[in-house]
């Protein structure tokens, strides 16, 4: 199977963070190859922006995806504008760094809400509608690799989407859902322009990056459109880096 720019063509998908950064920035792409996108964030004005740069085949839902209803929501919003569902993308996420002794039970809370609990209930809604071919990505981060200084809690619910990608597809493979991460390192966005803002901080960011950069989001959504394509027919339960090699070195 080849990999084309109208890869996607007749896909549904729902994408979560849609708002800004990473998500918005998959939200594009996947409707450039061809997918009608849900796009999902609490910023509605964002999301309504978005959508009419996507034309008439986007859609969008503001909602909170810890909120007890939301997976239901979503599921039910996606279906209703487009009949089907075949692309799940969870990037939403929260990122509060802070020294191990000194995080709280309510951060800790927080960030395991949004970036496990949250796509933990909107793939299990979902997977009952998605049929054979279909796709889960999560949006994953080089802390589910490795340990990082300040990061206890966020290394710890991106460790647990790792591990979640894998169970999910011991049981998903055999019905023809394929669910797989994308692993990005350092990339400009809102949640981490308060740290790059700092330049010592940048530098040493560069300093781990073989790279020599820091990623862009336009680095981190074509990774996500190929795992959605059919060229990722046998790609399963895995996550891939998309770091500048900060893993590997
Ligand atoms: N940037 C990086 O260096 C980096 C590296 C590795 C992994 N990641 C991961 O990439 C993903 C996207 O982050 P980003 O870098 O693009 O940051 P971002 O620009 O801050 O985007 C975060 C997104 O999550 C949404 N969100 C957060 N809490 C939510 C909630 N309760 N309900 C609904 N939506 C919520 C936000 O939407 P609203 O505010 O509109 O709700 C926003 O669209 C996250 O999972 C993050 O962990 C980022």
Same mark, same amino acid.
Request: with cysteine; net charge negative.
């Given at each position: 199977?080849?990999?084309?720019?109208?890869?996607?063509?007749?896909?549904?998908?729902?994408?979560?963070?849609?708002?800004?950064?990473?998500?918005?920035? =998959?939200?594009?792409?996947?409707?450039?190859?061809?997918?009608?996108?849900?796009?999902?964030?609490?910023?509605?004005?964002?999301? %309504?922006?978005?959508?009419?740069?996507?034309?008439?085949?986007?859609?969008?839902?503001?909602?909170?995806?810890?909120?007890?209803?939301?997976?239901?929501?979503?599921?039910?919003?996606?279906?209703?504008?487009?009949?089907?569902?075949?692309?799940?993308? !969870?990037?939403?996420?929260?990122?509060?760094?802070?020294?191990?002794?000194?995080?709280?039970?309510?951060?800790?809370?927080?960030?395991?809400?949004?970036?496990?609990?949250?796509?933990?209930?909107?793939?299990?809604?979902?997977?009952?509608?998605?049929?054979?071919?279909?796709?889960?990505?999560?949006?994953?981060?080089?802390?589910?690799?490795?340990?990082?200084? !300040?990061?206890?809690?966020?290394?710890?619910?991106?460790?647990?989407?790792?591990?979640?990608?894998?169970?999910?597809?011991?049981?998903?493979?055999?019905? %023809?859902?394929?669910?797989?991460?994308?692993?990005?390192?350092?990339?400009?966005?809102?949640? !981490?322009?308060?740290?790059?803002?700092?330049?010592?901080?940048?530098?040493?960011?560069?300093?781990?990056?073989?790279?020599?950069?820091?990623?862009?989001?336009?680095? =981190?959504?074509?990774?996500?459109?190929?795992?959605?394509?059919?060229?990722?027919?046998?790609?399963?339960?895995?996550?891939?880096?998309?770091?500048?090699?900060?893993?590997?070195?």
């Amino acid at each position: 199977m080849s990999y084309s720019g109208t890869t996607l063509a007749g896909r549904a998908a729902v994408v979560t963070g849609a708002s800004s950064g990473i998500g918005a920035q =998959i939200a594009r792409e996947l409707s450039a190859a061809g997918a009608r996108v849900l796009l999902v964030g609490r910023r509605t004005e964002r999301l %309504g922006h978005l959508a009419a740069e996507l034309g008439g085949d986007a859609a969008w839902l503001g909602v909170d995806v810890t909120a007890d209803t939301a997976p239901a929501d979503i599921v039910t919003c996606a279906l209703e504008a487009f009949g089907r569902l075949d692309i799940l993308v !969870n990037a939403a996420g929260v990122f509060a760094p802070a020294p191990f002794t000194e995080t709280t039970d309510q951060s800790l809370d927080e960030q395991w809400q949004v970036n496990v609990r949250a796509p933990f209930r909107l793939a299990r809604a979902a997977a009952g509608h998605l049929r054979e071919g279909s796709s889960i990505i999560f949006v994953s981060s080089i802390c589910g690799y490795v340990g990082f200084p !300040n990061s206890s809690a966020y290394c710890a619910t991106k460790g647990a989407v790792e591990l979640l990608v894998k169970s999910l597809t011991a049981e998903l493979a055999p019905k %023809g859902v394929r669910v797989n991460a994308v692993a990005p390192g350092n990339v400009r966005t809102d949640i !981490n322009a308060h740290l790059l803002a700092d330049a010592d901080y940048e530098k040493q960011m560069l300093a781990s990056t073989p790279a020599g950069r820091i990623g862009e989001v336009e680095d =981190i959504a074509p990774a996500v459109v190929f795992l959605a394509s059919p060229a990722a027919a046998y790609i399963h339960g895995t996550s891939l880096l998309v770091d500048g090699g900060w893993v590997a070195s």
